[in-house]
């Protein structure tokens, strides 16, 4: 049997469909390591452009630094506007009981219910929280102090009630993540609020220290 010779573009064919298999490509850069190396390449082009003997007299030089330039100011703002996101978001929230009012606990409570009959969950669960604080502060487990945040909230009932000290940052963990985090929140959420404002009011707060050292029992 004889065979046909197979021509020099029929074989040039075969032999481009044979290197396009994956098998021979399963060690090539990806498409984002080939965009770098073409950015790199780019980038050092430029530099070289810049730093070249007499480059600035003809104004290509003073072009690839002006580019240069604008590249690193991009660069910079990214950085900036990346870790602006990064920065603790506790250092700017403003005093919890802010607005507030002379609102009492039961005032809060009852809009905490308000809200989440209409579904309005993170409003809801912040009037909650305002209602613990507002408890605490009426029954002189804490005293009223303007500024307090979340977290110093927390801080100061958990060493006045450290059965509860854990349920406590739990509580402004949930309320952190609704009402600065843009979580939904939600019915369970709303529960575990409205969970620790009872146990808040049934807890009986650990004795507090007279100036003389001596237990004192605190304030209802």
Request: net charge neutral; no cysteine.
């Amino acid at each position: 049997m004889i065979l046909d010779p197979i021509g020099r573009d029929q074989a040039r064919e075969l032999a481009r469909r044979e290197l396009e298999k994956p098998v021979y490509h399963r060690d090539d850069p990806s498409w984002l390591e080939r965009t770098w190396q073409r950015f790199s390449e780019w980038l050092q082009g430029l530099l070289h452009r810049a730093s070249a003997p007499g480059s600035h007299g003809t104004g290509g030089g003073w072009v690839s630094l002006l580019v240069i330039l604008l590249i690193a100011a991009a660069l910079i703002a990214a950085i900036v506007w990346l870790m602006r996101g990064r920065r603790n978001p506790r250092a700017a929230r403003p005093a919890l009981l802010d607005g507030a009012g002379t609102a009492t606990a039961l005032d809060h409570r009852v809009n905490a219910e308000r809200l989440a009959a209409a579904g309005r969950w993170p409003e809801a669960i912040r009037e909650r929280l305002l209602a613990v604080a507002r408890d605490l502060e009426e029954r002189a487990v804490v005293g009223p102090r303007p500024g307090r945040t979340a977290d110093e909230l927390a801080r100061e009932a958990g060493a006045a009630l450290p059965d509860l000290a854990a349920d406590l940052r739990a509580g402004v963990r949930i309320f952190d993540d609704v009402w600065y985090g843009d979580r939904p929140g939600g019915p369970d959420a709303y529960a575990r609020l409205r969970a620790l404002d009872e146990r808040v009011q049934a807890a009986r707060p650990a004795p507090l220290e007279t100036a003389s050292g001596a237990p004192e029992e605190a304030r209802w």
